[in-house]
């Protein structure tokens, strides 16, 4: 990257503006108008890209200004190239907009200036009508969700206020200790919370400084990180399940048995909890005799047909030759932990997670981590021990590469060993 000054004139007007100009790599281009104006255009040395020293310019204060925008610029590209951050056309334009050295009457008019708070406004209002610039897609509303709940946490440590120039590296750090601290209920906050909020407004900063809004470059550091922790997550056996599946539900809330009938066709069929929820009766369909799932996923689009095994038939038929009814996921996750207890499914599990920046480790029973996702994660990891190929559950799971699908399933070292056992190679 290489940055020069040059100035634009005019033929029926004797004073000149003064432009920067940014070459980048394979030709890239920029031009920007820097809001300096000369009384004559003669005043300019286009040799030293400088004002020249006469009696009728500012050249004194002209020229310090040039050569700090300079070094201002050229620092943050150095920063966004270490970073990998790609330098747009708006990259440099917003680079030039936080340089705040201009004095008052000199200086471009620019837009308005947002807070953190006007930046979350308008990020959501775009992505309510517009695909993702990064993924191609409208984000879901439950995504959307997540943003308005990181401006509430936001608002709750009082910094949502702060304009994007103040979002630096005392932000970030003044953030996460008031996080620590606690969030709406007064208790600490685990660090994979905060890392979620982190991320969130990092994503808000980037389309800030695309719609040509000054941001601060700090959150394009390194060190501006997203942090996270491995999260505790489980899956249920084949005889959890059926401990779970025979439990009666009649004298109880009706709710509980949808979600477990719920449940039971993510675990038999490896969908989404957004998948598994919304089947209707055309996503059934036969061939050769048996019977399928034929699902366009919700979210990577990508078509996926699963049989259909006895469990699912069941279900199917009580609910009159139709899937189970839709149910949030805040009731499904509820229920789960309840139904979990009632099946005894209470193993210690050991839990360690940071919360407030303390590393806590406890031991809780199996039934507090189930959730909703256990099902994909308990139809993966039961389909890997009874020996599926693992290329047949990853066209199911939508995993890429089997290195990060074997950190997905949850087995243990002696339940791998078995499942190798049984393989031909060892006389199984």
């Known amino acids: 990257m290489t940055s020069s000054f040059f100035i634009r004139t005019s033929k029926t007007n004797p004073s000149a503006t003064i432009c920067l100009r940014i070459t980048e790599s394979r030709g890239n281009q920029y031009r920007f108008n820097t809001g300096h104006r000369l009384n004559k255009s003669s005043s300019w040395n286009s040799k030293t890209q400088s004002v020249r020293t006469v009696a009728d310019e500012r050249y004194d204060i002209i020229n310090l ?4 925008l300079k070094a201002h610029i050229e620092t943050q590209a150095v920063e966004a190239k270490s970073s990998g951050v790609h330098r747009s056309k708006s990259f440099y334009l917003g680079a030039i907009e936080s340089f705040a050295v201009f004095e008052e009457g000199s200086a471009p008019k620019h837009r308005k200036q947002w807070n953190l708070k006007q930046a979350f406004d308008a990020f959501i209002a775009f992505s309510q009508d517009h695909n993702s610039p990064i993924t191609g897609r409208r984000l879901k509303q ?46 600490p906050l685990s660090l994979n919370y905060i890392g979620k909020h982190i991320k969130n407004v990092k994503r808000v900063l980037r389309f800030a400084e695309e719609q040509g809004q000054a941001v ?15 999260a505790t997550d489980v899956y249920l056996n084949k005889e959890e399940l059926r401990r779970m ?15 477990r009938d719920l449940f039971m066709i ?24 048996r019977r399928f799932l034929q699902v366009l ?31 949030v996921d805040q009731t499904i996750n509820r229920n789960l932990k309840t139904l979990g207890e009632w099946a ?11 919360e407030g920046g303390q590393l806590v480790n406890q031991r809780l029973p199996k039934y507090q981590l189930i959730k909703s996702h256990t099902a994909r994660r308990s139809f993966c990891t039961n389909a890997y021990l009874a020996g599926m190929d693992c290329l047949d559950i990853m066209n199911l799971s939508g995993h890429t590469s089997e290195k990060a699908f074997l950190r997905y399933i949850k087995v243990t070292n002696e339940e791998r060993a078995k499942r190798m056992a049984d393989h031909g190679f060892f006389g199984g």
């Open 344 to 354: 005894e499914i209470d193993d210690a599990i050991p839990v360690r997670r940071t």
């Open 142 to 187: 439950s995504t959307l969700m997540t943003y308005i709940e990181t401006m509430r946490h936001i608002r709750l440590t009082g910094l949502l206020d702060e304009s994007l120039l103040g979002v630096d590296m005392d932000w970030y750090h003044t953030f996460i200790a008031r996080s620590e601290d606690g969030g709406k209920a007064g208790k």
């Open 65 to 68: 200004q040039l050569k700090r």
């Open 245 to 259: 599946r025979m439990l009666d539900l009649t004298p109880h809330p009706k709710g509980l048995q949808l979600t």
């Open 297 to 327: 996923t919700t979210k990577t689009k990508r078509e996926v047909i699963v049989p259909i095994d006895p469990v699912v038939e069941e279900i199917y038929e009580r609910y009159g030759q139709a899937p189970p009814p839709y149910q």
């Open 266 to 289: 993510g675990c038999s069929t490896g969908l989404r909890v957004s998948d598994y929820t919304r089947l209707t009766p055309d996503h059934f369909l036969e061939r050769d005799g």
């Open 216 to 230: 601060h470059v700090a959150y394009r550091r390194k060190s501006f990180k997203v942090h996270q922790e491995q």
